[in-house]
T-cell receptor, first 114, second 110 residues
Framework: DAGVIQSPRHEVTEMGQEVTLRCKPISGHNSLFWYRQTMMRGLELLIYFNNNVPIDDSGMPEDRFSAKMPNASFSTLKIQPSEPRDSAVYFC????????????FGQGTRLTVV | DAKTTQPPSMDCAEGRAANLPCNHSTISGNEYVYWYRQIHSQGPQYIIHGLKNNETNEMASLIITEDRKSSTLILPHATLRDTAVYYCIVLSSNDYKLSFGAGTTVTVRA
């Protein structure tokens, strides 16, 4: 298996623009997570899906952020409009089985908003 | 409120065993100890987890004290590629949120 695949790997955008990050989880995994990593705050959970349904979105910073999982093999994280403080590395992870199952992380998308 | 305490950094000689400590004195009976690591510019990588008994896999060994208040991750023969930030995480069987603290930055030196 190719693991969790994220695209793009790097994104540079101007403030105010819409940004869409993409994730393909490992086939057969029924849980998907979006994390954000910054120097100041470390790794933070943004949203958790189970069987394509959002279970916990309490980590989503504000209404500018939205996430979807239209099917078991694809998820998006959208920021509209983007702001410089959104600059971070965004990781997608997936896992199988129960909530405490081991998570597999993608390589991340490094987002820079200028 | 941090559930785990780890030293901020440690050095290890290549080829030697690396012993990474973690304190989790408030751990509950249904909480597991998980270890992940993050190599520079990569996503976190699962290493091992355990509940009570010691565990071993192809990457590492996990030693949990009898009172479960602390544990040690052992990398038996550290290589330069093991240089990373190592995270000790306590997670209950019905929880899903991995809370990554500051971790231990391990530097393996030739």
């Amino acid at each position: 298996d190719a693991g969790v695949i994220q695209s793009p790997r790097h994104e540079v955008t101007e403030m105010g623009q819409e940004v869409t990050l993409r994730c393909k989880p490992i086939s057969g995994h029924n849980s998907l997570f979006w994390y954000r990593q910054t120097m100041m705050r470390g790794l933070e959970l943004l949203i958790y899906f189970n069987n394509n349904v959002p279970i916990d979105d309490s980590g989503m910073p504000e209404d500018r952020f939205s996430a979807k999982m239209p099917n078991a093999s694809f998820s998006t994280l959208k920021i509209q409009p983007s702001e410089p403080r959104d600059s971070a590395v965004y990781f997608c992870a997936s896992s199988e089985g129960g909530p405490a199952a081991r998570a597999f992380f993608g390589q991340g998308t490094r987002l820079t908003v200028v | 409120d941090a559930k785990t305490t780890q030293p901020p950094s440690m050095d290890c000689a290549e080829g030697r065993a690396a012993n990474l400590p973690c304190n989790h004195s408030t751990i509950s009976g249904n909480e597991y100890v998980y270890w992940y690591r993050q190599i520079h510019s990569q996503g976190p990588q699962y290493i091992i987890h355990g509940l009570k008994n010691n565990e071993t896999n192809e990457m590492a060994s996990l030693i949990i004290t009898e009172d479960r208040k602390s544990s040690t991750l052992i990398l038996p023969h550290a290589t330069l590629r093991d240089t990373a930030v190592y995270y000790c995480i306590v997670l209950s069987s019905n929880d899903y949120k991995l809370s990554f603290g500051a971790g231990t930055t391990v530097t393996v030196r030739a």
